[in-house]
């Protein structure tokens, strides 16, 4: 919120609202379309490659390290889904000693909880880290207005991050997966959005005297 020009593609924040309305705009371009911002974890995209909305649900809170935000247009290095910019997260250094945990509780059965971990012992280091949250929620149109139909929006979901980094003689290999489960309604009876995912990536990197190969 403190970087000019960029804003949610909804009002509404990722846990009162449905995952597929999570994208993001950069520059204030398309506002009411497909959004035109790249989101990367650690060079991968977090988009969703069909509609472009972003399951922020997916990635625990723990797991960021740092944000950087390019506003400029950025199509020529990462294509069409960055022609309103990039928005890179980082996730900790498996070689950084941490740990962590976060616990939090309100009204309406609210409450949620945030572990994160992670350092390393010769050759092998390593980072995990994951977030539950769980609330009944509130009816979601005036009490004038509602009826027999409409009920609370309530959410719960969990996900969770690891990954794992092996240096030896032969290079650095570097393993990472993450991904969610996210149940809510939509203040309907007739409603309910269910979703589970997850992703997978691999890196392997190599000094060659004067140059670096990268995989």
């Given at each position: 919120r403190s970087v000019s020009g960029f804003s949610l593609f909804r009002r509404s924040p990722s846990r009162a609202s449905n995952p597929t309305t999570h994208g993001v705009t950069l520059r204030?371009?398309?506002?009411?379309g497909a959004s035109r911002g790249l989101v990367l974890l650690d060079g991968v995209p977090l988009n969703?490659?069909?509609?472009?909305?972003v399951t922020w649900t997916r990635l625990p809170t723990d797991a960021l390290d740092s944000v950087r935000v390019n506003r400029g247009a950025g199509g020529d290095t990462f294509g069409s889904d960055a022609l309103g910019g990039v928005i890179s997260l980082e996730t900790p250094s498996t070689r950084r000693r941490l740990t962590s945990m976060t616990g939090q509780f309100g009204s309406r059965n609210a409450g949620g909880l945030d572990i994160a971990?992670?350092?390393g012992r010769e050759s092998v280091s390593a980072f995990g880290a994951m977030s539950w949250f769980r609330t009944d929620g509130v009816v979601p149109?005036?009490?004038e207005s509602a009826g027999a139909v409409d009920v609370p929006a309530d959410a719960d979901w969990v996900n969770g991050l690891g990954k794992i980094a092996f240096q030896s003689r032969a290079g650095l290999f570097i393993g990472a997966g993450w991904g969610g489960?996210?149940?809510r309604g939509n203040g309907t009876v007739q409603q309910r959005n269910r979703m589970t995912g997850g992703t997978f990536a691999g890196e392997y990197a190599r000094v060659l005297q004067d140059f670096t190969v990268n995989v």
């Amino acid at each position: 919120r403190s970087v000019s020009g960029f804003s949610l593609f909804r009002r509404s924040p990722s846990r009162a609202s449905n995952p597929t309305t999570h994208g993001v705009t950069l520059r204030g371009l398309s506002a009411s379309g497909a959004s035109r911002g790249l989101v990367l974890l650690d060079g991968v995209p977090l988009n969703e490659g069909f509609g472009g909305w972003v399951t922020w649900t997916r990635l625990p809170t723990d797991a960021l390290d740092s944000v950087r935000v390019n506003r400029g247009a950025g199509g020529d290095t990462f294509g069409s889904d960055a022609l309103g910019g990039v928005i890179s997260l980082e996730t900790p250094s498996t070689r950084r000693r941490l740990t962590s945990m976060t616990g939090q509780f309100g009204s309406r059965n609210a409450g949620g909880l945030d572990i994160a971990g992670g350092g390393g012992r010769e050759s092998v280091s390593a980072f995990g880290a994951m977030s539950w949250f769980r609330t009944d929620g509130v009816v979601p149109v005036a009490p004038e207005s509602a009826g027999a139909v409409d009920v609370p929006a309530d959410a719960d979901w969990v996900n969770g991050l690891g990954k794992i980094a092996f240096q030896s003689r032969a290079g650095l290999f570097i393993g990472a997966g993450w991904g969610g489960r996210d149940d809510r309604g939509n203040g309907t009876v007739q409603q309910r959005n269910r979703m589970t995912g997850g992703t997978f990536a691999g890196e392997y990197a190599r000094v060659l005297q004067d140059f670096t190969v990268n995989v």
